[in-house]
């Protein structure tokens, strides 16, 4: 690798990691980075999942105070992410890219939309019905799995389908959902390049610049969620998702 492809991946890995721990984007900078210095589409793929597991710790590490009290949710759904992750690591070594290709432009779009929709106020007085509630959380926890698999598989834009899961299912502020988002899709993404470790071409000289601009970028993304107005917040990923929808779309279709 030159200096110049070195710098390069720095760079997008810093733009990778504010992007992923602010709004689930951080493939949208690094990816193209990898391809860029000349790696194929498969072996980019995998060395950004190895890449991107800093952008996991970062991101944690910054998400602290939101994830104080969420701590017993989030070690109920951690099993979850661990075998999505998993699922989503052995489809990419198995299976054709062009089914996934082909769903995700419409899900990012309907999760860029549910993002930009406002919420209607939770009526915390009434007491849920208790079957209504086991209901709803089995329905969370299977597209909290599906979109994990997303994640291990490829994860482009995972991180617009779970925040706007998390907002939508929830009485969670935009702060505290995008830190048990940072969480779920950071195990996800481990799980995955444990697997790719193993078994997949990562192109190692590749890793460590693009992983320590991941570090730094998804240290200070929480840190902007926090102190940034949650409104024009919320509709700059809701925008930004749909710009990536639109986009997806042209090059699938």
């Known amino acids: 690798m030159t200096v110049g492809e070195v710098i390069l991946l720095v760079v997008a890995g810093i733009g990778g990691g504010l992007t992923g721990s602010i709004a689930g984007l951080a493939s949208v900078a690094t990816y193209p980075a990898l391809l860029l210095i000349g790696l194929p589409p498969v072996t980019a793929n995998v060395t950004n999942t190895v890449a991107l597991v800093f952008n ?21 759904v951690i099993p ?11 489809l990419l070594l198995c299976t054709p890219a062009e089914g996934f290709e082909r769903v995700v432009p419409v899900l990012l779009a309907f999760a860029a939309l549910a993002i930009l929709l406002p919420r209607r106020a939770q009526q915390s007085a009434r007491v849920a ?6 209901i709803k959380a089995a329905v969370e926890a299977g597209a909290i799995f599906l979109i994990t698999i ?27 959902a995008n830190a ?6 950071g195990v996800a993404n481990a799980v995955a390049a444990v697997a790719f470790m193993v078994v997949a071409p990562v192109y190692w000289p590749a890793v460590l610049p693009l992983g320590l601009g991941c570090l730094i970028g998804s240290r200070l993304g ?6 940034a107005p949650a409104t024009p917040l919320r509709w700059l990923i809701g925008a930004a998702g749909v710009a990536l929808a639109v986009k997806l779309a042209l090059d699938t279709y």
């Not at 996991?56 to 109920?76: C, D, F, H, N, T």
């Not at 019905?129 to 086991?134: F, L, S």
């Not at 048990?180 to 899709?185: P, R, S, Y």
């Not at 929480?222 to 102190?227: F, G, L």
Request: charge should be positive.
């Open 56 to 76: 996991g710790v970062g991101s944690i590490l910054g998400s602290r105070p939101e994830l104080a009290g969420q701590r017993a949710w989030i070690k109920r």
């Open 80 to 90: 979850i992410a661990v075998a999505g992750g998993a699922a989503g690591a052995a």
């Open 129 to 134: 019905d208790h079957r209504a509630h086991r």
């Open 150 to 176: 997303y994640g291990g598989y490829f994860g482009a834009a995972a991180g617009v389908l779970l925040l706007a899961l998390l907002l939508r299912s929830g009485g969670a502020t935009l702060a505290h």
């Open 180 to 185: 048990a988002k940072n969480v779920i899709l």
């Open 222 to 227: 929480p840190v902007i969620v926090r102190h």
